[in-house]
């Protein structure tokens, strides 16, 4: 005799499989309350629209919130073990999803903070399985993972240099030229070499202006030599990723296969 479930069974299927018809319409209504309560928060900063329907959006806003509130309730419900759940990425999502709605009743303008609930969009990767879309990701995450020492390294003589040259920038400058201390130079020396370039401090001196042109000139390896960095682990990691994955000598050599792949997806062949 088939044993009946409990409500707390019937609640973690439906809240935490994803690949079942009831537990794959929970996430889709829950994706679409998301993006709808987002949108809300959005439309209520503008300024006509907070004029003249900013009553309405707060109680709309209101509603998700309460909404999303007992969500959270049933989660820690249902969950098996609830310490697992709360300190858990999607579990530290879902709560401050929820916090700044009533902060707001405390400390007015906060609840603008609700957009982190896009975070929570996330979770349509586990509700359609995207596996192609989450090991390209974890490949960009093992990439960055790879080469984090290699791009410490290299930030840590951007911090050195835009340390000195802001020194330097604030003894030729000097305050008459708008370089007050030395944390004002290291400022101005970060923008320059980031190549944003505000204008809010500039040089005025030939020398000072000698020296923001070599800045300038260095700043294009701000971006070029991380990217460089990045992009060998990621062509290394891709390639370690395909020479992994199954392939068959006699037919669609070519074609990259998922790791539990049991047949070929062009011919329909058995693989080795």
């Not at 800045?215 to 682990?233: D, H, K, N, Q, R």
């Amino acid at each position: 005799m088939k044993k009946q479930r409990t409500v707390k069974e019937r609640l973690q299927h439906i809240i935490f499989d994803y690949n079942t018809v009831p537990a794959k319409m929970f996430d889709l209504v829950l994706i679409a309350a998301i993006i709808l309560s987002v949108t809300v928060v959005m439309l209520d900063s503008v300024g006509w629209i907070h004029e003249g329907y900013g009553g309405v959006l707060y109680a709309v806003e209101w509603f998700f919130t309460v909404l999303f509130t007992m969500e959270y309730a049933l989660r820690l419900y249902a969950s098996k073990t609830r310490l697992k759940y709360v300190t858990s990425f999607y579990g530290i999502i879902d709560f401050l999803a929820i916090l700044p709605t009533y902060f707001s009743l405390f400390f007015p303008g906060t609840q603008y903070l609700l957009v982190i609930r896009f975070f929570r969009v996330l979770r349509i990767f586990r509700l359609l399985k995207l596996m192609k879309f989450v090991s390209e990701g974890e490949m960009v995450i093992a990439s960055l993972r790879a080469s984090f020492r290699k791009i410490f390294v290299f930030w840590f003589f951007i911090i050195v240099l835009v340390s000195i040259i802001g020194a330097l920038m604030y003894l030729i400058e000097g305050e008459e030229n708008g370089f007050h201390s030395i944390p004002e130079g290291v400022y101005w020396a970060i923008v320059t070499v980031t190549t944003v370039g505000f204008g809010d401090i500039s040089p005025q001196t030939t020398v000072g202006r000698a020296l923001a042109s070599l800045l300038m000139i260095t700043g294009y390896s701000v971006i070029a030599v991380p990217t460089g960095i990045v992009s060998v682990e990621m062509a290394v990691m891709n390639k370690k990723m395909n020479t992994d994955l199954p392939r068959r000598d006699q037919c669609c050599s070519d074609v990259r296969h998922d790791e539990d792949a049991k047949y070929c997806k062009v011919c329909g062949q058995p693989l080795d």
